[in-house]
């Protein structure tokens, strides 16, 4: 099939390539136009531009996918079927009815579960033990479309949402071309998703990121996870925001004395934080304007008194 394949982020490199080596005919690419990163600034082409220019491939960048120029060109290239992966904007009635296969969307959950922008961050907060990847045909509600494939994916104990969705990205990709294989030789049917079992992740705002040592120590384990790498949990040390990583498990938490919410313990090797159920080993630790850094290390660094507290 002729395809245009939509993706913005590192996230949706592996179909992307996965595409490119397919049977089927990658005419253009659709992403977010180039945004400035770094501490200069400067302006950077997204991971699916760099991969689409590398191959060779036209590269559209359209400020909105409702942009006429935009709609136009799609029009000319006639593809046959988008697949779309972490593109990052709407797509509007207008581009929905191009294909004759419609837009073909990867999203990270098992739909129903977790419609929206931050699936996995979602699946690790709740505690879920399965998720997967879902292929479904792109409407204009929110990961409403009925759904072509699925995949499941087991959530590791240690998982971040980082390594979580890499594990997802790829395994999805095939997927995804598998679904384009489908739809080609008329192999696949689009099915309803339920009306139970619904459930929302919308993105995760920084404020939410935020960690709080009242919840059980579980709670807090997930909240950290979920939130590693982006937004990036915290919390506050002498009025200053900390960043927080993951933490160490098995660090010796039963011989410790009790300790309050947020209350630390230090020994030379490592950091224990209270929480509503016992405490936590600080893994790494990102205080502001520094580098990520062990939390022993950074605990030498400051110098903790007796009796301070995070997040007080």
Not at 1 to 16: D, F, I, K, N, Q
Not at 67 to 79: G, I, K, M, S, W
Request: net charge neutral.
């Amino acid at each position: 099939m002729r395809l245009v394949v939509a993706g913005t982020p590192e996230t949706a490199v592996p179909s992307l390539r996965a595409l490119l080596a397919s049977r089927h005919e990658v005419l253009a690419v659709v992403t977010r136009p180039d945004a400035r990163s770094g501490r200069g600034r400067t302006l950077s082409p997204s991971p699916v531009k760099e991969v689409a220019l590398e191959a060779g491939v036209e590269v559209l960048t359209p400020v909105t996918p409702r942009d006429p120029e935009f709609l136009d060109r799609l029009r000319a290239l006639a593809p046959d079927c988008c697949p779309v992966v972490a593109y990052g904007a709407l797509v509007p009635r207008a581009a929905l009815d191009v294909p004759r296969h419609g837009w073909v969307n990867l999203h990270f959950s098992l739909l129903p579960a977790w419609r929206g922008a931050a699936p996995v961050q979602r699946a690790i907060m709740a505690g879920d033990d399965v998720t997967g990847a879902t292929t479904f045909v792109l409407e204009e509600g929110l990961d409403t479309g009925p759904v072509l494939g699925a995949l499941t994916e087991t959530v590791r104990p240690d998982d971040t949402s980082g390594t979580l969705l890499d594990r997802l990205a790829h395994a999805g990709a095939g997927l995804l071309v598998a679904t384009v294989d489908g739809l080609e030789d008329g192999s696949l049917r689009a099915v309803a998703q339920p009306e139970d079992g619904v459930s929302h992740a919308p993105k995760l705002t920084t404020e939410e990121a935020r960690v709080r040592w009242d919840l059980p120590a579980h709670v807090v384990d997930r909240h950290v996870r979920g939130c590693t790498p982006a937004p990036g949990a915290w919390t506050t040390f002498r009025g200053e925001r900390l960043k927080v990583g993951p933490f160490v498990r098995g660090a010796g938490e039963a011989d410790l004395p009790a300790l309050a919410p947020g209350a630390l313990h230090v020994t030379k090797r490592s950091v224990h934080v209270g929480t509503a159920s016992g405490p936590v080993a600080l893994g790494e630790v990102g205080p502001l304007g520094k580098r990520p850094m062990a939390a022993a290390d950074w605990a030498r660094g400051v110098r903790i008194d007796a009796g301070e507290v995070l997040g007080g």
